[in-house]
């Protein structure tokens, strides 16, 4: 069992920058790809960003590619989303998600999640 607690979002402008934080309790933080998405108001859970359990592979959907980074600390069990460039469309509630494979785009393919958080990106 993985129970996974987000930190971070919130309210800001366009061109701002935020990031999301996910701790997640248990000693088997480090045996779980870890992946973020978002859904915004009206729409579908969105695939963003995926990291693999070492953390030396990543994959990002194409709308967030070279402004988005996603990272993990094993030592800390936490993985992070770092958000620059914001634009309105970045609008959404974020989560973060655990599952067994880092080529996981798919919310059927993770087993945990977070409680998610609002990030709000005004023009």
């Known amino acids: 069992q993985v129970q996974l607690v987000q930190s971070g979002g919130g309210l800001v402008q366009a061109g701002d920058s935020l990031r999301l934080s996910c701790a997640a309790s248990?000693?088997?933080?480090?045996?779980?790809?870890m992946g973020w998405f978002r859904q915004a108001p009206g729409k579908e859970r969105e695939f963003v960003a995926v990291?693999?359990?070492?953390?030396?592979?990543?994959y990002y959907e194409d709308f967030v590619k070279g402004r988005f980074a996603v990272s993990r600390d094993n030592a800390k069990n936490r993985v992070y989303l770092q958000m620059n460039s914001l634009n309105p469309e970045d609008t959404a509630v974020y989560y973060c998600?655990?599952?067994?494979?880092?080529?996981?785009?798919?919310?059927?393919?993770?087993?945990?999640w977070g409680q998610g958080t609002q990030v709000t990106v005004s023009s």
């Open positions: 990291i693999s359990q070492s953390g030396t592979t990543t």
């Open positions: 248990g000693r088997t933080f480090r045996t779980y790809a």
């Open positions: 998600a655990a599952g067994y494979s880092y080529t996981a785009t798919k919310t059927s393919q993770y087993v945990y």
